[in-house]
């Protein structure tokens, strides 16, 4: 699911086409995070039907003016206590 993304080459429209997802936006845009969950079959977008369960991180995008993808991570989102 996360192939996809080359910094320097992915846009902002590609990751909306291929993750179906409303990013949580900042920095005027320029930094989205989503979130992602693994199981055996790899990473997955939330989906607030299936809830929590699995959504282990966060999917962090910076783009640049011309909103193509600079740099991109994954944060391991601890579950609380």
């Given at each position: 699911m996360l192939s996809f993304l080359q910094d320097g080459v992915t846009t902002k429209s590609d990751v909306e086409q291929k993750i179906d997802q409303k990013p949580t936006v900042w920095?005027?845009?320029?930094?989205?995070?989503?979130?992602?969950?693994?199981?055996?079959?790899?990473?997955?977008?939330?989906?607030?039907?299936?809830?929590?369960?699995?959504?282990?991180?966060?999917?962090?995008?910076?783009?640049?003016q011309q909103d193509v993808l600079h740099r991109h991570g994954l944060v391991d989102v601890k579950a609380g206590p």
């Open positions: 920095a005027g845009g320029r930094v989205w995070t989503l979130k992602i969950g693994k199981d055996s079959d790899g990473f997955y977008p939330y989906r607030p039907a299936n809830g929590w369960a699995g959504v282990r991180y966060s999917l962090v995008l910076e783009f640049d």
